[in-house]
């Protein structure tokens, strides 16, 4: 995919210009915490596909082996990597100028789900990381 995004003020900019690996909703009480939001869609890439082109993304390291990336200006958070799988990149899914290039696959962290958030569409759902987690 060749797609574009940023963040809500427009100070930061991306591109992607890879196959994205998979998409799906975290429910983990971090990604809650960081975007005040019940649940956070991500799309994994390879992080060679991915480029920031405008701006300086500020960085907050949420667990002791992730980082999280986000605007230092308007505080949309943009992505996500962890220093033990360095080959890959999450990013927020409706950072994305267009999000409906790709769609979410599954709901991982359901442990933690907001108990008033109903899921109703057929995708699976595992308390943790789930089976794809790398
Ligand atoms: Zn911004
Ligand atoms: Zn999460």
Same mark, same amino acid.
């Given at each position: 995919?060749?797609?574009?995004?940023?963040?809500?003020?427009?100070?930061?900019?991306?591109?992607?210009?890879? &196959? +994205?690996?998979?998409?799906?909703?975290?429910? =983990? !009480? #971090?990604?809650?915490?960081?975007?005040?939001? /019940?649940?956070?869609?991500?799309?994994?890439?390879?992080?060679?596909?991915?480029?920031?082109?405008?701006?300086?993304?500020?960085?907050?390291?949420?667990?002791?082996?992730?980082?999280?990336?986000?605007?230092?200006?308007?505080?949309?958070?943009?992505?996500?990597?962890?220093?033990? &799988? +360095?080959?890959?990149?999450?990013?927020?899914? =409706? !950072? #994305?100028?267009?999000?409906?290039?790709?769609? /979410?696959?599954?709901?991982?962290?359901?442990?933690?789900?907001?108990?008033?958030?109903?899921?109703?569409?057929?995708?699976?759902?595992?308390?943790?990381?789930?089976?794809?987690?790398?």
């Amino acid at each position: 995919m060749h797609q574009q995004g940023g963040c809500l003020c427009g100070n930061i900019r991306y591109v992607i210009d890879a &196959e +994205p690996i998979d998409a799906g909703f975290c429910h =983990c !009480s #971090l990604c809650q915490r960081a975007s005040g939001a /019940p649940a956070v869609a991500w799309m994994t890439l390879p992080y060679t596909g991915f480029s920031y082109t405008e701006g300086k993304v500020a960085t907050y390291p949420s667990s002791e082996h992730y980082q999280r990336e986000f605007c230092p200006r308007c505080g949309t958070q943009l992505a996500f990597r962890a220093q033990t &799988e +360095p080959q890959f990149i999450d990013i927020t899914l =409706c !950072s #994305l100028d267009d999000n409906t290039a790709m769609e /979410p696959g599954y709901h991982i962290w359901c442990a933690s789900k907001a108990p008033w958030l109903h899921l109703n569409d057929d995708l699976p759902q595992y308390p943790d990381a789930g089976p794809d987690s790398y």
